[in-house]
């Protein structure tokens, strides 16, 4: 069942999913839900779905509408408000501090989370170094830009907006773009892997902190509701994604300054590549880093949710599940180590003269009519605002 309004759960069994009304969302989303009613076949679960600032403002390249929550915000409200008890969303769409009172219940499997190509149907068979000079090339992202544009001088990149439908509509009907840069995940689970023409490893482009996870938010205080969706954590999906997000909130990156990760992760050890990146490319700082993991406990279940909620504050919002705690830590502090290496190694100067480069040239975008923000969410919203201009 679907519902678009402010319905409310009055039963106890049946619990309200909060979603974007994209196509991709959607589908997401069901996957949360269906792996939600295999383990629990005896509740209801009912999709609420909405639009967010992201899904409005399609004239605008994402990095300079000038918020972290261009995809959450909305959702989070809502989550607040208990319209809907849980969200589901791409992990890479989630600021690396929530608003009070909002937690990561589970991160669930990831997709593959690199970068693909998707060629104009001219351009079939090719990749990105066999196109002709000066092909333009569609990304809405400042990292994956950056970066090809160090490695592909001869190419230019320029900004598309909207759904993934809708990008791909754009490249195939005509001839504006001879290609696009997408997250393989998108791509994979929207049924298009055959048009993936080159995965895009890291030496050509390293993928956003959080790409190809999904994450499900909930209210810190919904004891009930952290423990059940402990059962859906993926174990190296958490710990991997905690090093990534605790690399990106120590940088204070985010969508307008190119910040990307690369996560290789065994049952023993965690190893973290993070990199920097001036808006042309031609700055670039990269640093790797790893530690030894603990064999993973062999016991089931949540720790007790008011001591979860209690830690999950350290590790950038995630609420750690019982049988990794120790080595999500151990992963928070790889990320915060490697982080501060790169800090120290001229890290804050690219990334503020990029943040201020990209602000520069943002467009006077004229405010839209939206629904009154709940106290606690503006505030957060007008102080990640203040870090991302400073």
């Not at 409310?8 to 969302?25: K, Y």
Request: proline fraction near 4%; charged fraction near 25%; glycine fraction near 8%.
């Amino acid at each position: 069942m679907e519902t678009n309004g402010n319905g409310h759960n009055q039963e106890g069994s049946i619990m309200r999913i909060g979603s974007r009304d994209s196509e991709l969302a959607l589908k997401q989303t069901y996957m949360v839900r269906d792996s939600l009613q295999k383990i629990h076949p005896d509740m209801k679960f009912e999709i609420v779905t909405m639009k967010t600032k992201g899904d409005k403002i399609l004239n605008v390249a994402l990095s300079k509408i000038g918020s972290k929550s261009l995809f959450t915000k909305e959702l989070e409200i809502a989550l607040e408000e208990g319209t809907v008890d849980i969200v589901v969303h791409s992990l890479k769409d989630l600021p690396t501090t929530l608003p009070d009172g909002m937690v990561i219940g589970a991160i669930c499997e990831r997709e593959d989370p690199r970068d693909a190509v998707i060629m104009h149907p001219k351009y079939s068979g090719c990749k990105l170094d066999s196109l002709p000079k000066d092909s333009v090339i569609g990304t809405s992202s400042l990292r994956r830009g950056a970066q090809l544009k160090r490695r592909f001088p001869d190419l230019k990149f320029e900004s598309v907006r909207g759904n993934l439908n809708t990008r791909l509509r754009k490249l195939d009907e005509a001839d504006d773009y001879a290609a696009l840069i997408l997250a393989v995940a998108g791509v994979v689970r929207m049924g298009w892997k055959n048009r993936i023409s080159q995965y895009l490893d890291d030496d050509l482009c390293m993928y956003a902190v959080g790409q190809g996870a999904l994450a499900v938010e909930c209210r810190e205080g919904d004891t009930n509701t952290i423990e059940l969706l402990g059962q859906l954590c993926h174990t190296q999906t958490m710990i991997a994604t905690t090093a990534e997000r605790a690399f990106m909130r120590t940088l204070e990156g985010g969508c307008s300054a190119p910040v990307a990760a690369h996560t290789k992760i065994t049952d023993d050890s965690i190893e973290l590549k993070g990199g920097v990146w001036s808006l042309d490319g031609s700055e670039e700082l990269l640093k790797t880093q790893s530690v030894s993991l603990q064999a993973a406990d062999s016991t089931d279940g949540m720790q007790p949710p008011a001591k979860m909620a209690k830690t999950s504050i350290t590790l950038c919002g995630i609420v750690p599940h019982p049988k990794y705690a120790e080595n999500m830590t151990k992963a928070h502090e790889l990320g915060v180590d490697l982080a501060t290496a790169l800090l120290e190694q001229g890290a804050e100067r690219i990334l503020k003269e990029a943040k201020a480069a990209n602000a520069a040239s943002a467009p006077n975008v004229p405010p839209k009519k939206v629904t009154v923000l709940s106290e606690s969410i503006q505030e957060k919203e007008e102080e990640e605002q203040t870090v991302q201009s400073s």
